[in-house]
Nanobody, 117 residues
Framework: QVQLLESGGGLVQPGGSLRLSCAAS????????IAWYRQAPGKQRELVATITRSGRTSYLDSVKDRFTISRDNDRTTVYLQMNSLKPEDTAVYFC???????????WGQGTRVTVSS
């Protein structure tokens, strides 16, 4: 069973920053792309950012130039650095492994991000 563990969420003021972490097993880390998703209250889950095994990245338009996804191969961890946070970034953030468009893992509990003054 493919499982990943998210951490790093919290309460931050508008304009602030947070860094989320997604820890994966080495086998899945070396095989799959890793993606961050988020689900805001009352909304569907949406894809926020993806990083492939080779390090190619892609982003949701609304987070481009504010969020950066990166991977640490030694720690088998993917990070999501979130800067200039806005209230509309408030959501539960999840990570998962991808093989093309196929989601490989089960959904964990995610990590909650609240942007509020």
């Amino acid at each position: 069973q493919v499982q990943l563990l998210e951490s790093g969420g919290g309460l931050v003021q508008p304009g602030g920053s947070l860094r989320l972490s997604c820890a994966a097993s080495r086998s899945i880390f070396e095989f799959a792309a890793i993606a961050w998703y988020r689900q805001a209250p009352g909304k569907q889950r949406e894809l926020v950012a993806t990083i492939t095994r080779s390090g190619r990245t892609s982003y949701l338009d609304s987070v481009k130039d504010r969020f950066t996804i990166s991977r640490d191969n030694d720690r088998t961890t993917v990070y999501l650095q979130m800067n200039s946070l806005k209230p509309e970034d408030t959501a539960v953030y999840f990570c998962n492994a991808l093989n093309g468009a196929i989601i490989l893992g089960s959904w964990g509990q995610g990590t909650r991000v609240t942007v509020s003054s």
